[in-house]
C-alpha cells in the first residue's frame, strides 16, 4: 500500500464530490436534529412510516426509564416493509436476491415476497398464533428466516431469533424464558460444503421437558436426516402450501412488542432485550437513508450478518425492507468453497452497498488482495462496518482493496440494546477519519464521561452515554425491569450506559475503546466471561474457572479459560479439550475457549475476588503485572510459566 499506512489516524478521507452531491443526508442535517430532536423524531416518523393512526405525543418519559415512542399512533411493521411497497407500484422489484451456500438461487420480488409472508401468517395463525405471543426462530440464513419474522410481526406476535450456532441448552433456556408455543426451525443449513444440522437441537431443547412448545414447524434445507415427532413437528412446506396468499394485517399501538433479543452481559444469565415497533422502525429505517444513503430504486444492499443477531434483524429483515431496497442474503461463510466468494457475490448481483464486521475484513486481508482482484467490484459506492471498532490498517485495506478508493466507509456503532445505528459517520457529510465512528446519528445525543459521571477532557478516556432517549432503544429486558434499570440506568443519573469506554478528539470525534466490563467481543459476537465461566463450572471435573478476552490479531479478542480442577480429577493431555468441548456444547461453537489452561490456583484479592485483568496480561503475552493486592503473589508466577509452556 502507499504510504497512507504509516500515519493511518492523521489522514481523513472527505466524501467523494459526486457522493456529497447526491447524498439523503447533508451536514445540515446535524444542527437542524440538534435543534429540536423530539421535532426531528416526530417528522422522520410521519416522512418514513406508513401510520394507520397518526401518533399524539412523541415522546412519553414521564416514568423513565421506560420510554413511549409515538404515543397513541398505530401501524403493522410488516405491512410497512411489504405492502405499502407492492401498493407504490414496486411490487415487480427485487426484495432478496438468496444465493445458497451450494450455489442455488432464489429470487424474491416485493409482491412475491408479501404473499409468502401473507401465507405464514396465515399458516401461524393456523397454530394459534396471536398477537402478544412469542414465536422462537432457529435457523439458517435462508429467506424463510426474514419471512417468519415478517409472519409475526403482521401478526403482533414477538419473535425470538435464537443464532443457529447456538446449542440446544442455549435454545431452552431462551424457550423457556420467552415462553415460546412455537419453534420455527429448520432440518439444517449448508456450511463449509456441508450439511449444519438444527433440528436435532430443537428435539434436544425440547426433551428437556417442561416446555411451552406445542408446534415446531420444520424448513427443508439441507436434507440431512431428522426425525418428526407426531403430533408437534410439521414440515413448512406442506402447511405454506394449505395457506391462501391473502392476508389482512392488523395494526397495533407504537409500543407493541415486535420481538425479544437474548444478548450476554456481566452476569451469566443472557439478557432479553425488548424492542418495539413505531419507534424502532423509524429508527432503524432512517439509518438507511441516512448512514447507508439507501436508494431503493437503484441500490442492492448486502449486510452479511446472522439473522441470529441485531444486525441480522435491523439490516437484514426489517432497514432494507422498510426501506423498499434490494438485499443479498447470502447463506454460508466468506471461504466456501473459495477464499473470494463474497466479492463473487458482490459481482453477481451489483452490490452497491457492503456492510460486513472488521474481523471478516482482517481474515480477507490475511488471505490477501487476489482473491477480492480476481471479481468485478466496480458497483460497490459505500462500505460499512459494524462490531466492534475498526483498526485503521483494516480500514484502509477495505477502502481500497473492496472500495476501489471510491467508496466512503461508514463505522456504526451500537448495539443490540441500541436497535439502530448510534454513532456513525454520514457518509455524505463527514470528512472520514479510519478508526473512529465519529458522531451520533443526527437526533441522538452522547457523551463520555468519568467515574463521577462528569464529562470527560478531550482525548481523556472515560465512559460513553447516551444522554436523552432515542426511538430504537431497548424498551426493557424481558420480565425483568429491576434488572433494566440497573444495567443500564444506575450509573449516571438520568443517561443510559453503554458499558464501552470512548474517548473524544480534538474535533469532537468519538474513538471508541472496547467494553468496559465483563463482556467479550469475539468476531463480533458478544459473548460474557460469567456465561462461559458457569458453563466450565458445569462440568463435574472443575472447581473453579476464570475467562478472559485476550488480544486476538482475527478475532478482535479470543476466549482464554484458567481452571482449577477439583481435588479427585486428574490432569491428562485431553483434559483441555474436554473442556473446550464442553463449552462448544452447552453455549455453542463461537463460545469455545481457544485455550484452556489447567492451573492450581486462580489469582485472588484478600477479599477473594479473582483478578482477571492479571489472566488477560498474562494472556496477552505482557508478562506479570502488579500483583501487589494478590492474596499470593507467586500464584501468577506458577501461572505465566504454565502459559508460556503452551
Ligand atoms: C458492542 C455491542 C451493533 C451490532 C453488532 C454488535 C461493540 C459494535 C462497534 C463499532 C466499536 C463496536 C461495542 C458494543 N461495537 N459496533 N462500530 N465500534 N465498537 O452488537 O452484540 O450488542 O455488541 O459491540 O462494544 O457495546 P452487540
Not at 454520514?426 to 468519568?450: C, E, F, M, N, T
Not at 463460545?591 to 489472566?615: C, D, N
Request: proline fraction near 6%; charged fraction near 25%.
Amino acid at each position: 500500500m502507499t504510504d497512507q499506512s504509516q500515519q493511518p489516524a492523521d489522514q481523513t478521507f472527505p466524501p467523494p464530490e459526486e457522493f456529497k452531491r447526491n447524498a439523503n443526508v447533508t451536514a445540515d442535517e446535524y444542527d437542524k436534529a440538534a435543534a429540536d430532536p423530539l421535532a426531528f423524531w416526530a417528522e422522520k416518523s410521519r416522512e418514513l412510516l406508513d401510520w394507520e393512526t397518526d401518533f399524539s405525543e412523541t415522546l412519553d418519559w414521564s416514568d423513565p426509564p421506560f420510554a413511549k415512542w409515538f404515543v397513541g399512533g398505530r401501524l403493522n411493521v410488516a405491512y410497512n416493509c411489504l405492502d405499502r411497497h407492492v401498493e407504490a407500484g414496486n411490487g415487480d422489484r427485487v426484495a432478496i436476491h438468496f444465493e445458497g451456500e451450494p450455489g442455488d438461487s432464489r429470487t424474491y420480488t416485493y409482491a412475491e415476497l408479501t404473499a409468502e409472508v401473507c401465507k405464514a401468517a396465515n399458516m401461524l395463525t393456523s397454530l394459534g398464533v396471536k398477537s402478544g405471543d412469542r414465536v422462537a426462530i432457529y435457523m439458517p440464513m435462508v429467506p424463510e428466516a426474514t419471512i417468519a419474522m415478517l409472519a409475526c410481526a403482521r401478526l403482533g406476535a414477538a419473535h425470538s431469533v435464537v443464532f443457529g450456532g447456538f446449542s440446544s441448552d442455549a435454545l431452552h433456556s431462551r424457550i423457556m424464558d420467552a415462553e415460546a408455543e412455537v419453534v420455527i426451525t429448520a432440518d439444517g443449513g449448508h456450511r463449509r460444503g456441508k450439511p449444519s444440522s438444527l433440528k436435532p437441537a430443537v428435539d434436544e431443547a425440547l426433551a428437556k421437558g417442561d416446555t411451552p412448545v406445542k408446534h415446531v414447524v420444520v424448513v427443508e434445507r439441507a436434507g440431512n436426516d431428522i426425525e418428526m415427532t407426531d403430533g408437534r413437528d410439521q414440515y413448512w412446506r406442506e402447511l405454506m402450501d394449505q395457506q391462501s396468499d391473502a392476508h389482512t394485517p392488523e395494526f397495533f399501538d407504537s409500543e407493541h412488542p415486535l420481538y425479544i433479543l437474548y444478548t450476554s452481559g456481566t452476569t451469566g444469565k443472557p439478557k432479553g432485550i425488548l424492542h418495539t415497533s413505531g419507534g424502532y422502525l423509524t429508527q432503524v429505517l432512517y439509518s438507511m437513508y441516512a448512514s447507508f444513503d439507501i436508494k431503493p430504486e437503484q441500490d442492492v444492499f448486502w449486510c452479511t450478518a446472522d439473522v441470529g443477531w441485531v444486525t441480522g434483524h435491523s439490516y437484514v429483515a426489517y432497514g432494507p425492507l422498510a426501506a423498499g431496497a434490494t438485499q443479498v442474503i447470502y447463506e454460508g461463510t466468506p471461504d466456501s468453497p473459495h477464499r473470494g466468494r463474497w466479492w463473487e457475490i458482490v459481482e453477481k448481483y451489483k452490490v452497491s452497498i457492503f456492510y460486513a464486521a472488521p474481523t471478516a475484513i482482517r481474515a480477507c486481508m490475511k488471505w490477501g488482495r487476489e482473491h477480492a482482484q480476481k471479481f468485478d467490484l466496480s458497483s460497490l459506492r459505500l462500505l460499512g462496518s459494524v462490531g466492534e471498532p475498526i483498526n485503521p490498517e483494516a480500514w484502509l485495506w477495505y477502502h481500497e482493496v473492496i472500495g476501489g478508493g471510491r467508496c466512503p466507509i461508514v463505522d456504526t456503532w451500537w448495539q443490540t440494546e441500541t436497535g439502530a445505528h448510534m454513532i456513525v459517520p454520514l457518509p455524505g457529510a463527514v470528512d472520514l477519519k479510519p478508526g473512529s465512528a465519529q458522531r451520533p446519528l443526527p437526533g441522538i445525543s452522547a457523551q463520555v464521561v468519568d467515574d463521577a459521571g462528569h464529562p470527560c477532557e478531550t482525548d481523556a478516556a472515560g465512559f460513553l452515554t447516551i444522554t436523552e432517549p432515542w426511538p430504537a432503544m431497548l424498551r426493557g429486558i424481558y420480565k425483568d425491569p429491576e434488572r433494566f434499570k440497573e444495567t443500564y440506568w444506575s450509573q449516571v443519573e438520568g443517561q443510559y450506559f453503554a458499558g464501552d469506554g470512548a474517548r473524544f478528539d480534538a474535533d469532537g470525534d468519538i474513538w471508541f475503546l472496547g467494553r468496559i466490563d465483563d463482556v467479550m467481543n469475539v468476531s463480533g459476537h458478544r459473548l460474557s466471561t460469567a456465561e462461559i465461566e458457569s458453563a466450565l463450572v458445569s462440568h463435574p471435573d472443575v472447581a473453579e474457572s476464570a475467562v478472559v478476552g485476550a488480544a486476538d490479531e482475527t478475532s478482535g479478542q479470543a476466549v482464554i479459560a484458567f481452571v482449577v480442577l477439583r481435588g479427585k480429577a486428574t490432569e491428562d493431555d485431553d483434559t483441555a479439550a474436554a473442556l473446550q468441548n464442553h463449552v462448544r456444547r452447552e453455549i455453542g461453537p463461537i463460545a469455545k475457549p481457544k485455550q484452556v489452561f489447567i492451573v492450581e490456583e486462580l489469582p485472588k484479592t484478600r477479599s477473594g475476588k479473582i483478578m482477571r485483568r492479571l489472566l488477560k496480561d498474562v494472556a496477552e503475552n505482557r508478562g506479570i503485572g502488579n500483583t501487589t493486592t494478590l492474596a499470593d503473589a507467586s500464584v501468577m508466577d506458577v501461572i505465566a510459566s504454565r502459559v508460556a509452556e503452551g
